[in-house]
DNA sequence: AATACCTTCAACCGCTGCGTC
DNA sequence: CGACGCAGCGGTTGAAGGTAT
């Protein structure tokens, strides 16, 4: 048996909210606050269901949101904590105040991801795209094909929007406008623009000293590599993963915001995986559980948002 | 000036976890 | 212990406004 909806859907208005709905709400959400959501919108005379009433309460109405552009500050925090946590915006909004989970989603996925992209950053993994050519390098050729194609489906849209809206023409800056290698062409643009990146991947291994496809990486030292504006720098082992930016804005000039995305802080002590483990163990009772559920409790005085170190940020949970 | 295309973000949907009975 | 109801979460959608052609 399925569960009941949470209202008749015939009988509650949808779509954008009226003043005179935002005012009804916020007057009755004074003077009751807000227990039971269900009751509310009969109580307040809305033709609306709970849910929706709760989620514009929670999204727009609420007197403590911010509603202006997001800061340098607050898009740094951001992307720390989506790089240890994921796509988990209430956590992540809780270390924000006056902004909402559906907020940091949103500037997530219009503004943030593009950004890292921009950057040579890879938004899930939050490693330099470089760094996955360096690791595709280090397997034995059979399995380096299949791979870069799994890998370039995962990076599809961000490399075709750096290809498209951000103008940059891998044609031109691989080839020096040589042209595409014939057999290239597709009917289908999108097919053809893929064609193009791979093209100019395989070329920059090649360019960016990186090991021939036939030959083990040799993880000594560092090798640098330059590839969608950000230098980076490889130890070899993922455990030892370090990478300084010298990431480039769309002026050209070294952008600060960027260097800060990837770089791990040096220091470390206690660590969120432990921390976010340990809530997915189950805390201590339930008023601990909610707590660090609700984002509360998880980014205490013992933990600075600051100290994470560069395991932190090789996302585990994606 | 008209149209197509793109971006943003509010709102919705379905699912999950928790509390209560 | 299981069923149920509610609140909250993350993914997705679509309307509205902006920009490019």
């Not at 009226?18 to 307040?44: C, F, M, V």
Request: overall charge neutral.
């Amino acid at each position: 048996m399925g569960r009941l909806p949470c209202c008749e859907k015939d009988n509650v208005k949808r779509g954008q909210w009226t003043p005179e709905e935002d005012q009804k709400l916020s007057s009755y959400i004074a003077q009751h606050g807000t227990r039971n959501w269900r009751l509310i919108p009969k109580h307040a005379g809305l033709q609306r269901c709970g849910k929706s009433c709760r989620l514009r309460w929670t999204n727009y109405l609420r007197p403590d949101l911010k509603h202006g552009q997001f800061s340098e500050a607050e898009e740094h925090t951001i992307v720390t904590l989506h790089s240890v946590l994921g796509n988990r915006w209430a956590v992540i909004a809780a270390q924000l105040p006056g902004r909402t989970d559906n907020d940091v989603k949103n500037h997530w996925n219009t503004k943030l991801k593009k950004k890292l992209s921009g950057m040579g950053i890879d938004p899930v993994t939050h490693k330099p795209f470089s760094h996955l050519i360096t690791e595709i390098a280090t397997l034995p050729p059979p399995q380096v094909p299949n791979l870069a194609e799994a890998a370039l489906g995962c990076f599809k849209d961000e490399m075709l929007h750096l290809l498209t809206k951000r103008r940059i023409n891998i044609q031109l800056q691989q080839y020096g406008g040589g042209g595409v290698p014939a057999g290239m062409k597709h009917e289908d643009g999108k097919d053809e623009t893929i064609e193009k990146i791979k093209f100019g991947l395989s070329k920059a291994i090649k360019e960016t000293g990186m090991p021939p496809l036939d030959k083990p990486w040799e993880p000594v030292g560092a090798t640098s590599g330059y590839i969608g504006g950000v230098f980076g720098s490889f130890p070899g082992s993922d455990n030892g993963f370090h990478y300084e930016l010298a990431s480039l804005d769309n002026e050209g000039g070294a952008s600060p915001w960027g260097q800060s995305m990837c770089m791990a802080a040096e220091h470390h002590h206690g660590g969120l995986h432990e921390k976010v483990a340990e809530e997915e163990r189950g805390g201590e009772d339930s008023v601990n559980r909610k707590e660090t559920r609700n984002g509360e409790s998880m980014f205490n005085s013992e933990c600075s948002l600051w100290d994470l170190q560069s395991n932190d940020l090789m996302n585990p949970m994606i």
